[in-house]
């Protein structure tokens, strides 16, 4: 049985963490976005999203998130119909389809939209709120998610195709998955075994069935934005977008006011903001002289809105637009992601405005520390830089030299006296005093270099200790949520052992760092 303790540190104290958007000022705040998420702004925001999300929305959400289990052979969560209740709202968080769930922030996300909705429901707010997944399957950027790292190994999927990630088949995904197996024992191997089963016919599909298998029984709700139904709700955004460039026309001046504010501009603003889907392409949509360019197509305006009303599934949201997708089919009252997703939202607000869409709340997902019993460490020193602690340690070595320096004067001292309380005996004492005050000398030298000696290899022994210490903590000089799997500190027993040990220890409204300290005890 896997067992956790939770303990938080200011996110000042560790390396890695940038400001959070929750540390922003109360104007920029409110010039910028529509506020952060509490218990009481959640409250007000689903009292009002409720009320303005389309009936007829509902339906053809429910109908289409069905058809998606049913096509991926995904178990439908028990609460899935809720979201044909006029009061129920969603919590969402997002990703894109990283290998074997890629590192541990994408469990931390996941977890945290659960545990946010879990508080909401059981703090008597009028609405029900249900946390959504939403699946980043026509990214193609491939080097984001292809790498999987644990154990200090790297494990690499490699499909040799091109396009969305979400519609590669999955036929080069056995060889990755068997050598990830190899890592493990116990029934952390039969579990991963069966998550890494593959039966679907692309890549999307069978991360639907991976996620649906580990979080479903939380009640998360997977929705994939590659889907005709809901690109048909988004087209008149999409044909808003064609026409106008309005995300651009809005955007760049949000993004002016940004700089002025001294805050980052996460996303760049481009002319139009949207890809189009062609077989293993996602290819840029480029506004040239009142005409289109599509990689080497041309189309005019009026062409490329008859392909949009035949064809809505082929046009894709980049980083821009895609939160307005979400909002467009969600009844959604808040967006949970990390630093630099939030920074893209807070250029979207007049965007969100000119598109007559409320804008959501929004919520820093947790970042933490899952640290084993070898790495933990309740010293918040260890959790600063690598440089720092090491000029710490050597500090502190380098304030034991004094005792040498004591007992040196301390010699000087007792051979001068030795040498005084000769001096009634003439040079004939001199000969036998004097070799006995250099054997003490020469006593005292060697004793210093054994003690040297010694002190070195402690010293390294330390310095050793504390880097293997630091790389557990940040590997690849980066925070461990970043690079390493959730799968490492299973410890033999079951991930979703562990998994359902983190979502009880999350406090979803916490802004500081959870650092998890495990044990594993076998029952």
Not at 95 to 107: D, M
Not at 128 to 140: G, I, K, N, Q, R
Not at 239 to 254: D, G, H, I, N
Not at 256 to 280: C, M, T, W
Request: one cysteine or more; glycine letters at 4%; hydrophobic letters at 40%.
């Amino acid at each position: 049985m896997i067992q956790l303790q939770r303990s938080f540190l200011a996110r000042s104290k560790a390396i890695g963490f940038g400001p959070l958007l929750e540390s922003w000022t109360r104007d920029d705040l409110r010039r910028f976005t529509n506020g952060i998420a509490s218990q009481e702004t959640l409250s007000a925001q689903a009292l009002e999203r409720s009320s303005s999300f389309e009936p007829s929305m509902r339906q053809t959400l429910c109908e289409v998130l069905k058809a998606q289990y049913a096509k991926a052979s995904s178990t439908i969560p028990e609460n899935l119909d809720e979201l044909l209740n006029p009061h129920s709202v969603t919590i969402t968080t997002g990703h894109q389809l990283s290998v074997a769930l890629g590192p541990l922030f994408t469990v931390f996300k996941i977890l945290h939209v659960v545990q946010l909705c879990e508080a909401m429901n059981e703090s008597g707010a009028a609405n029900t709120f249900l946390p959504v997944f939403w699946l980043a399957s026509e990214d193609h950027d491939l080097e984001e998610v292809q790498n999987l790292h644990v154990f200090n190994k790297s494990f690499t999927w490699v499909p040799n195709e091109t396009g969305p990630v979400g519609s590669m088949t999955t036929g080069q995904l056995r060889p990755c998955y068997d050598e990830i197996l190899a890592c493990f024992q116990g029934n952390s191997a039969l579990e991963l075994s069966e998550l890494f089963q593959i039966n679907a016919t692309n890549y999307a599909l069978h991360y639907h069935q991976m996620l649906s298998k580990i979080f479903g029984k939380f009640g998360v709700i997977l929705i994939d934005g590659n889907d005709p139904t809901l690109k048909k709700a988004f087209s008149p955004l999409v044909r808003k977008e064609l026409r106008e460039q309005f995300v651009m026309a809005t955007a760049s001046a949000t993004n002016a006011e940004l700089v002025d504010a001294g805050k980052k501009v996460q996303a760049h603003v481009r002319p139009i903001n949207l890809f189009y889907l062609s077989p293993q392409k996602r290819e840029r949509i480029v506004p040239d002289e009142g005409h289109f360019v599509v990689g080497e197509q041309r189309w005019t305006l009026e062409n490329m809105l008859t392909e949009l009303e035949k064809h809505p599934e082929r046009f894709s949201p980049n980083v821009l637009m895609r939160p307005l997708y979400q909002e467009t089919v969600l009844p959604n009252v808040c967006s949970v992601g990390g630093s630099g997703e939030l920074n893209y939202w807070s250029q979207l607000k007049a965007t969100f405005k000119a598109a007559a869409l409320p804008f959501p709340l929004l919520k820093t997902r947790i970042s933490g520390f899952l640290l084993t019993a070898s790495s933990a460490e309740n010293d918040e020193a260890a959790f600063r830089s690598l440089t720092e602690q090491e000029h710490t340690l050597l500090s502190q070595a380098s304030n034991r030299d004094p005792f040498f320096e004591t007992l040196d004067l301390r010699l000087k001292a007792l051979s001068d006296a030795l040498m005084e309380g000769i001096q009634p005996f003439g040079k004939e004492a001199e000969k036998w005093a004097l070799p006995q005050i250099k054997a003490m000398e020469s006593a005292l030298e060697h004793y210093q270099s054994r003690w040297q000696k010694q002190e070195k290899q402690n010293l390294e022994s330390e310095l050793s200790r504390l880097r293997r210490k630091h790389a557990e903590k940040y590997p690849k000089d980066l925070p461990q949520e970043r690079v390493t799997s959730l799968f490492q500190y299973c410890g033999g027993e079951r991930p979703s052992e562990l998994i359902l040990a983190l979502k009880n220890l999350i406090d979803p409204f916490s802004e500081e760092l959870h650092i998890f300290e495990q044990s594993h005890e076998t029952e």
